[in-house]
């Protein structure tokens, strides 16, 4: 059975930071690329980041020079350290597991960036 359980998410002023937790079981972890996405009130889910097995990496626009996607293959653990928060940032983060033929999605972790 696939797991991925996020944690980490919470409020946040501006400007602050948070880091997001994705602990995977149930997969060869080193095998997927893994991935941030998230979803906004409203809107459509979308990607914030990416990291392949061997730990290429891509940003959306809007995340760049902000974020840092990285990952833990011992620990089955994909890892998005979120710097200089706006409150557009304000979304359910998602994990995803992706291995081209087959995705797992975790449940999310709100983060919340407001005054």
């Known amino acids: 059975q696939v797991q991925l359980v996020e944690s980490g998410g919470g409020l946040v002023q501006p400007g602050g930071s948070l880091r997001l937790s994705c602990a995977a079981s149930?997969?060869?972890?080193?095998?997927?690329?893994m991935g941030w996405y998230r979803q906004a009130p409203g809107k459509r889910r979308e990607l914030v980041a990416r990291?392949?097995?061997?730990?290429?990496?891509n940003y959306a626009d809007s995340v760049k020079g902000r974020f840092t996607i990285s990952r833990d293959n011992r620990k089955n653990t994909v890892y998005l350290e979120m710097n200089n928060l706006k409150p557009e940032d304000t979304a359910v983060y998602y994990c995803?597991?992706?291995?081209?033929?087959?995705?797992?999605w975790g449940k999310g972790t709100l983060v919340t960036v407001s005054d």
């Open positions: 990291i392949g097995g061997a730990g290429s990496t």
């Open positions: 995803y597991a992706d291995s081209v033929t087959r995705g797992y």
């Open positions: 149930g997969i060869i972890f080193s095998t997927y690329t």
